[in-house]
């Protein structure tokens, strides 16, 4: 069973939110309704998306070693991973340990629902031995949840995800599962690594204009959701990577001077021309920044497993 939170009143708040602010903003949760999900699917099958390939490659290559990190001494332990997605990669590792007589269950978090019913149904067919427990929450919440459980975590937040937080969210993420991690437990966070920016570029603008589409449908769903009466080929995509700090922004931006009405809220919003919506962040790391956030989170780097062409790293830490 899956317990769902994400409700109309979430998504009317961030907008209303999001809309105050000066550059207007959408937090990046709302691109994964059911039609976000099945475009990214599609961005992760992209041959400019190299993030799924590389890390798949780690998980391939280190699931041994990792069984030894998350088995230690035998003892029972729920992999409990945030921002689980399809958990295409993370198949990987069910498989192995399931076939290694591994004792640990499954939680995989997500703030769509719609995402985790298919993985659910996948793993039922795909590992009816395996323990699956879904939760529908975001971060924060779900680790909330689990404080009082007793069972041994390894925490997984996979896909360079934490890149789509500013620094400061970085570190408040990082602390707070930090608190949250008992004696025994283990974090491993994937990070993007700092590379030629072009190869950057490419993976958020790609000919085919999948990335596109994925970012212009946040207004599909604020039309549907919210009875928002946005018209698609008055906004553009346009992704934007800074080599210098490392971060790739996205953006939707208004073509015209517009009012775009919500009927939820019985409100305009105005947009001037070429007035940004900001998206999206993803961050680039490289080692000392991971270091860095390590160290101010009080967690401690046990390992860091490369690709082989360094463009990405999955990091195990521990408190």
């Not at 080599?243 to 208004?254: K, M, Q, R, T, V």
Request: net charge negative; proline share 3%.
């Amino acid at each position: 069973m899956i317990s769902t939170d994400i409700q109309f009143a979430d998504v009317a708040q961030a907008v209303e939110e999001g809309f105050s602010k000066q550059p207007k903003r959408l937090p990046s949760w709302l691109f994964y309704d059911e039609t976000g999900d099945k475009i990214f699917q599609e961005i992760m099958r992209m041959p400019e998306y190299y993030l799924t390939a590389c890390e798949h490659e780690i998980l391939q290559m280190q699931k041994d070693k990792l069984l030894k990190y998350f088995f230690q001494s035998g003892t029972q332990f729920n992999l409990v991973e945030l921002g689980a997605g399809d958990g295409f990669k993370t198949e990987v590792l069910l498989k192995h340990f399931l076939k290694e007589r591994t004792d640990f269950e499954y939680s995989p978090v997500d703030v769509s629902s719609n995402v985790l019913a298919q993985l659910s149904e996948r793993l039922i067919l795909t590992l009816p031995e395996l323990v699956v427990k879904p939760i529908n929450k975001n971060y924060f919440e779900a680790i909330d949840e689990m404080n009082d459980d007793e069972i041994r975590k390894v925490f997984l937040f996979l896909g360079a995800n934490i890149g789509n937080m500013i620094a400061s969210e970085a570190s408040h993420f990082t602390r707070k599962i930090g608190k949250a991690m008992k004696r025994g437990d283990l974090l491993m966070i994937g990070f993007d690594l700092k590379k030629d920016p072009r190869l950057i570029q490419a993976a958020y603008d790609d000919a085919h204009g999948i990335t596109r589409s994925f970012n212009l449908n946040l207004l599909v769903r604020l039309n549907r959701e919210l009875g928002a009466q946005f018209l698609l080929d008055q906004f553009s995509h346009y992704p934007f990577y800074n080599p210098e700090s490392g971060l790739a922004s996205s953006y939707l931006i208004s073509k015209l001077d517009q009012n775009v009405y919500f009927e939820a809220c019985d409100k305009y919003v105005h947009f001037d021309r070429w007035e940004m919506i900001h998206t999206e962040v993803s961050q680039k790391y490289d080692l000392e920044m991971i270091e860095s956030l390590a160290d101010a989170s009080g967690l401690t780097v046990v390992e860091v497993f490369y690709d082989c062409k360094h463009y990405f790293c999955d990091v195990l830490m521990r408190r």
